[in-house]
């Protein structure tokens, strides 16, 4: 099972931040999510997301912060995944990729 967003503004929701009690029943139904998985459970906590509503010269990415639902004392209880071996920290570089030449694959298709 995926849960996707895990962060901030998602999970409490920024619609469900009004009061303490919002909070909690996004954190009871983050916890319903969690134990409905039956074999894994991923969590995918993005570093940065796309948001529509910015400025016109802004990036429109923000960085994302782990839910506050999820407290700190209780990250040992999970195991961390990092798409990106230099995220990681294990000393190996992230992998080159091959590079595409997308023109002469579209000439390829046409002609």
């Known amino acids: 099972m995926f849960v996707l967003n895990v962060v901030d503004g998602c999970i409490p929701s920024d619609l469900g931040v009004g009061s303490s009690e919002e909070v909690e029943e996004e954190r009871r139904l983050l916890y319903v999510a969690m134990t409905r998985a039956k074999d894994s459970l991923t969590l995918g906590i993005p570093l940065r997301f796309y948001v529509t509503q910015q400025t016109r010269k802004g990036d429109r990415h923000l960085y994302a912060t782990r ?22 920290g294990d000393g190996a570089a992230a992998p080159v990729p091959t590079p595409i030449d997308v023109g002469a694959r579209m000439r390829g298709m046409w002609g």
């Open 67 to 88: 839910t506050r639902v999820i407290p700190k004392e209780i990250l040992n209880n999970f195991e961390p995944v990092y798409w990106s071996p230099a995220l990681h």
